[in-house]
């Protein structure tokens, strides 16, 4: 089994999450906090805007299924296939379980930190080590 990515259309993460799954597709949608309150409370919304994670076995033909699912918007295809045009590429395991590793007990990424958009950031270790 591998794992691949997927882009959602605007604000539609959680119902293709939903969606996949009840398909019978593993998904993964890391989340974090708004830093914004809604109504006084504090909001999970995707860590990634737009996008998702799932997992498909290895030569199937399953990603038309998964493209047709209600709120996707396209697979991601980066890899070039020998046949010509592009396949949906291979996302590493250790990508995930880098991801999974910072999610706390609720399963969310907290931020320790308040960033902000344009902030500039080094990561000091793991799948990203060293990318600014």
Known sequence: MSWYLLSTRPRLEFAVETNLNIRGVATFLPKTYSNRKSGGIIKEIPFFNRYLFFRMEEGTDNFHMVSKTPGVASIVKMTESVFGGF??????DRIINELISQQNERGVIDMDEDYKQGDRVRVKNGAFHGVK
């Open 87 to 92: 396949e949906p590429t291979k996302i590493p």
